[in-house]
DNA sequence: GCCT
DNA sequence: CAGTACG
DNA sequence: AGGCCGTTACTG
């Protein structure tokens, strides 16, 4: 028997943010709305659903989910096979994925961002707060100092967010979590040691991000498991010996 | 886009 | 009042 | 073919 297990393995809720990611970036582009609004509701099925999408998929049956058609479907299976999809490409090449970001601030919607991209070239979290600094939004229509003082606020929020210590009794049960992840990931052998390290390792009462420890005769190897772990949302970094990435909740574990 |  | 964000 | 959440709240 071929036992083979998948190398990625994606789970439902990586989905639903690929469907979103595909949705902001239609909207930004300036779609009508039932194109990107069915990739959203569908987003919404994936992340509520009780069995794991790719079971279905094997199946499948993808459209038979409520708001799953042959477009979302086709997309879907995609995902799962390679991490990306046609549709996510082109829509890449056509529109900054930076500007997705942008659309967290709170109080910008897609509108908004992508007459900020068109009119003022602003893709970035840093161009936009630069912008606002500079009391160049205020110029365009609709906008005004208001506008221009709520994103400046958004903007600090979202910085604040990602600067922001957590407490020990969080992230150590995410480090172990990670380091039982990657041993269950991986062949016994392939790590002789792993721990944590940093403040997590000193107990301090919070930590700014997470750093683990290993020892392995395969560096490469650990390193892909790494960035492959369910957790991780972005790979910020990745190095032969070190890695970087962003957990969902917005950790980062080196 | 999806659904009726 | 119209446009936009949001629950 | 045709519809596709709807109210509340803010900004300009």
């Not at 056509?94 to 997705?100: D, F, G, H, I, N």
């Not at 979202?158 to 990657?182: D, F, K, S």
């Not at 009462?205 to 972005?234: K, R, S």
Request: net charge negative; charged share 25%; with cysteine.
């Amino acid at each position: 028997m071929m036992n083979a297990k998948p190398t990625h393995t994606f789970t439902n809720h990586d989905v639903a943010e690929h469907l979103r990611l595909i949705a902001t970036l239609k909207e930004i582009k300036g779609e009508g709305r039932f194109h990107w609004l069915a990739f959203r509701n569908a987003a919404d099925v994936i992340d509520n659903l009780p069995e794991d999408v790719n079971d279905i998929a094997a199946a499948g049956t993808l459209t038979d989910l409520p708001g799953v058609g042959k477009g979302v479907a086709e997309v879907i299976e995609q995902f799962l096979a390679t991490g990306d999809s046609e549709l996510a490409g082109k829509l890449r090449s056509q529109v900054p994925v930076t500007l997705v970001e942008l659309t967290e601030v709170p109080g910008l919607g897609a509108k908004k961002v992508a007459r900020l991209w068109r009119e003022l070239g602003i893709t970035t979290l840093a161009e936009l707060k630069a912008a606002a600094e500079a009391h160049r939004i205020r110029e365009l229509k609709g906008f005004g100092a208001k506008t221009e003082e709520n994103i400046l606020k958004g903007v600090a929020l979202l910085e604040q967010r990602r600067h922001a210590r957590t407490p020990l009794g969080v992230a150590r049960p995410q480090a172990l979590g990670l380091i039982q992840a990657l041993r269950e990931a991986l062949p016994a052998d392939a790590i002789t040691a792993i721990e944590p390290a940093g403040s997590l390792r000193r107990w301090k009462e919070t930590v700014g991000d997470l750093d683990i420890l290993a020892i392995t005769p395969d560096p490469a190897q650990v390193m892909a498991a790494f960035q492959q772990l369910p957790q991780v949302e972005e790979v910020l970094l990745g190095g032969e010996t070190k890695t970087r990435v962003r957990l969902h909740g917005g950790l980062e574990c080196d």
